[in-house]
């Protein structure tokens, strides 16, 4: 990464923990994320000799005044670029400053979450003193909630990488020094890891080295800003991207899973949860961006999935929404297929290949969510767990395509 501006105001040298936030547009509240950073470092970390980061990639001149000029008692460092790889590149950079601040513990916390509070940056450290490597966050969510992980992101991480991590997506995440070097020796980063793919990546790769990982549970839901069209599907070029394009550095990892295992929940049950906001789900836009499909990518559909997943596809678009429903067979053949298309393509045709599923993901939200309308939360993710078994018994499917193409 090409650093434009690295301001140090402390000569900050040596570090036993990093908190890096990104700052990207200004929507967040930033002041206020960094103010209770420091006072989640201060109440809970005050021993530990600490540093906040900022990696900011935004064209928001005023960010890094925001930043330096919020009164802290934690001391920070700037990072800011002019490079148009996005936040995942910048965010590259404050990796570097581990082995740079010889740091033991690192950790990213986004600008976006409203509610962020003092206790999350506690509960995301803690596990790293108790010889955890990697430590996800698991929110309080309403059912309906980032469909995109609970449908794809999750399902495919999960039968691929055989580890249960139900939010890889992040947006907070934390990892100890020794994982940090042996991610920044491998050869992922590319535009899709560089722009919004990076907690993907990164709990990716933490499956793969088989290293002690856990998930922190956080009682609170992440209260941020809804991802509209078009910026929804950026996000997903770039997060469906990352899954599949590691799919290929990683071959020798994913390859011999089989089965996915448990991992670790720490928090839970300590703390009243608190509720997550209702959740209103526009079930006729989502039929009619799955529709909408057929008109476009019809003839590419049929060219990347099998004949009989294709007619599967058929029977989904006569049926009416009274009557709606996308068998978890049909999406898990459909995703390994695309992944398997994916595979050694040029730039333009991968571009097109995910604009090209994001009407199928759109039908299987909306058969989801239909289905799961009367569910309870735990109802719901007991059905999302189902489809995963799904996901795993049919990874042998996935092995056979692959190694025909």
Not at 163 to 178: D, H
Request: charged share 25%; with cysteine.
């Amino acid at each position: 990464m090409n650093a434009d501006a690295q301001i140090n105001v402390n000569g900050i040298d040596q570090a036993e923990i990093i908190v890096s936030i990104p700052s990207y547009d200004g929507r967040y509240d930033l002041a206020k994320t960094v103010s209770v950073v420091d006072r989640g470092l201060s109440e809970f970390f005050s021993s530990r000799n600490s540093v906040i980061v900022n990696c900011d990639y935004s064209t928001n001149g005023a960010t890094k005044d925001i930043f330096l000029g919020t009164e802290t008692r934690i001391p920070k460092i700037y990072i800011g670029s002019q490079d148009s790889g996005g936040k995942g590149l910048v965010l590259r950079a404050s990796l570097q400053k581990v082995i740079e601040l010889n740091t033991s513990m690192f950790v990213i916390v986004e600008p976006d979450a409203s509610n962020i509070q003092p206790s999350w940056i506690h509960k995301l450290l803690e596990p790293l003193e108790k010889n955890f490597q990697f430590v996800a966050p698991l929110y309080v969510h309403h059912k309906d909630e980032d469909l995109l992980n609970s449908m794809l992101i999750y399902p495919m991480t999960r039968s691929l990488y055989g580890w249960r991590i139900r939010k890889p997506v992040g947006g907070e995440l934390a990892l100890r020094r020794e994982l940090v070097e042996r991610m920044l020796e491998m050869d992922v980063w590319n535009q899709y890891v560089n722009s919004e793919g990076l907690a993907v990546c990164l709990s990716t790769l933490a499956m793969c080295f088989r290293q002690p990982m856990c998930q922190a549970f956080i009682n609170q839901p992440r209260k941020t800003i809804r991802k509209e069209e078009p910026e929804f599907f950026s996000y997903f070029n770039d997060v469906v991207g990352t899954v599949f394009s590691l799919m290929e550095p990683l071959e020798k990892y994913w390859k011999r899973v089989k089965w996915s295992r448990p991992t670790a929940i720490l928090g839970i049950g300590s703390e009243d949860a608190e509720p997550a906001e209702e959740i209103e789900t526009d079930l006729d836009g989502l039929h009619e961006r799955f529709l909408g499909g057929f008109r476009k990518y019809e003839e590419f559909w049929r060219e990347v999935v099998s004949q009989s997943t294709y007619n599967k596809v058929q029977e989904i678009r006569n049926l009416d929404m009274n009557h709606f429903s996308f068998p978890a067979q049909t999406w898990t053949t459909i995703l390994y297929d695309f992944a398997v298309a994916f595979r050694g393509k040029d730039d333009e045709y991968r571009e097109h290949l995910i604009e090209a599923l994001l009407p199928l993901f759109y039908g299987k939200a909306l058969s989801y969510v239909r289905k799961t309308e009367r569910m309870s939360v735990q109802q719901a993710e007991d059905a999302i767990e189902t489809e995963c078994v799904v996901f795993e018994e049919n990874k042998p499917y996935l092995i056979s395509r692959w190694e025909e193409n």
